[in-house]
């Protein structure tokens, strides 16, 4: 079963098609990334799995239930970290995890809960005196009652040192060892090349990718991207490469030329760049997560520009 399936969901906000016949299925146990621009349609996608929205047209399976008519279940067996959240100021960490647990009907130690994200020794301070850090932590042990099948984390990162960031990580890894299917959102790349076994990217309320990280660089020319050190580097140089077969793009970046290669053998270009300026050292790096989200995200602009 998946844990998530949308089928043809579509939302519009009056004239705004914030989500278009959007399908997508994320299977149990996996940890799946859901990236986007600004107003792509994240957020909107994320409140009708939840049921917090309705959907103009389409269909929405969380965990086996109608996301709909079966909002309640969901909801029991779904964990929040939603975008915007806030806290209590004068009540305590254990206040807020007690009334997680009142709120879902399920008997568990709250200090136990608070110890798997790290604030059980703020336990019993007022949430209103946490840092940002120690509030998001706070809400993600609220969201944790109950051991949810799934977890849905709405920029689990944001305003997170990198300290934080990587315990995010850890948490988030340590839950889906539980069993548990995370499903969240992110405009953090680092994190989420870090953590998921397949990402989305969705644009202007269109899925425009779906696959694992390394399936994605497979799938666009930007897979690796290679730099070169040459003797003699200007503007000149740089136009001239970028006209060369086999080359998607050149910049100059720190004083090297930084190419995309679409297809074709990195050596033939690296021959051709030697015709123009001599080659003294080159390195090929894979592309990293935030060079495909940037290649997935503007193309479908260019296209339609
Ligand atoms: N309640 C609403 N009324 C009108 N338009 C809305 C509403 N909610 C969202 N939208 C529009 O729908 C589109 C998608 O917004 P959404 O918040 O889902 O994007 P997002 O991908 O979560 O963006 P961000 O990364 O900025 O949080 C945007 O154009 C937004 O302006």
Redesign the pocket.
């Known amino acids: 079963m998946a844990a998530i399936e949308t089928r043809g969901l579509t ?1 519009r ?2 004239d ?4 278009s016949d959007l399908d997508l299925v994320v299977e149990e146990g996996e940890i799946f990334g859901f990236l ?12 009708i799995l939840l049921d917090f ?1 309705r959907p103009t047209s389409g269909t929405v399976t969380v965990l086996g239930h109608d996301a709909q008519s079966e909002g309640r279940a969901v909801r029991q067996r779904t964990g929040v970290l939603p ?1 915007a959240y806030h806290v209590y100021d004068r009540l305590t960490g254990r206040q807020h995890v007690e009334f997680a647990l009142e709120m879902k009907g399920v008997d568990e130690d709250p200090v136990a809960l608070l110890d798997r994200v790290n604030v059980a020794d703020a336990a019993d301070r007022k949430a209103g005196g946490y840092s940002k850090g120690m509030r998001q932590r706070l809400i993600l042990a609220m969201a944790l009652v109950g051991d949810p099948d799934l977890l849905v984390l ?2 689990p990162s944001t305003g997170l040192d990198p300290n934080g960031a990587r315990e995010m990580r850890e948490i988030i890894r340590e839950e889906n060892a539980r069993g548990t299917t995370i499903f969240f ?1 992110s ?1 953090i790349m680092e994190q989420v090349e870090a953590v998921c076994d397949r990402v989305a990217i ?1 644009d ?2 269109e899925l425009v990718a779906v696959d694992t990280i390394d399936g994605l660089r497979h799938a666009t020319e930007t897979g690796e991207t290679l730099y070169v050190s040459v003797t003699e580097l200007d503007e000149g140089v740089r136009e001239a490469v970028a006209g060369l077969d086999g080359v998607g793009s050149a910049a100059i970046d720190d004083g090297q030329l930084r190419l995309t290669i679409t297809g074709g053998s990195k050596f033939a270009v690296l021959e051709s760049v030697d015709e123009i300026a001599a080659v003294q050292d080159f390195s090929v790096i894979e592309s990293s997560l935030e060079d495909l989200f940037v290649r997935y995200t503007t193309e479908t602009q260019e296209v339609d520009a």
């Open positions: 939302k906000f009056g705004v098609v914030a989500v986007g621009p600004n107003g792509a349609g994240k957020s909107t996608t994320i409140d929205i975008d709405d920029e959102s405009h969705i202007r309320g």
